[in-house]
């Protein structure tokens, strides 16, 4: 299984952006799925993940972010709102066929399946 994000840039604050993760194998396979963002000098952090139909956001992006997931497409989004400066950073997609409680989908060690990452740079 590969995954590959995509739909990231340079931005103004308050702007919105897509994030789109596309997976080589059935999405309907993932039991987990989630955004983490990597900031310039810090650890991975977990912005959002999804398992069957429940949503989960770091408080950071609550209200701002929605993950969402098309399987027949095997597409992950991660739809950004209202951006902020401290938005910036490279975001990953993961994907994992297990479905994790849901403490442990804001562990990226629990996912299997990384796409490469997109850079999101919001300017103010």
């Known amino acids: 299984v590969q995954l590959q994000a995509s739909g990231g840039g340079l931005v103004q604050v308050g702007d919105s952006l897509r994030l789109s993760c596309a997976a080589s194998?059935?999405?309907?396979?993932?039991?987990?799925v989630a955004w983490f963002l990597q900031a310039p000098g810090k650890e991975r952090e977990f912005v959002a993940a999804?398992?069957?139909?429940?949503?989960y956001y770091a408080n950071s992006v609550k209200g701002r972010f929605t993950i969402s997931r098309d399987n027949a497409e095997n597409l992950i989004y991660l739809q950004m709102n209202s951006l902020k400066p401290e938005d910036t950073a490279v975001y990953y997609c993961?994907?994992?066929?297990?479905?994790?409680?849901?403490?442990?989908?804001?562990?990226?060690?629990?996912?299997?399946?990384w796409g490469q990452g997109t850079l999101v740079t919001v300017s103010s």
């Open positions: 999804r398992k069957a139909h429940m949503t």
């Open positions: 194998g059935r999405a309907s396979d993932f039991g987990s």
């Open positions: 993961a994907a994992d066929p297990r479905s994790w409680a849901s403490s442990a989908l804001r562990d990226a060690m629990n996912y299997a399946y």
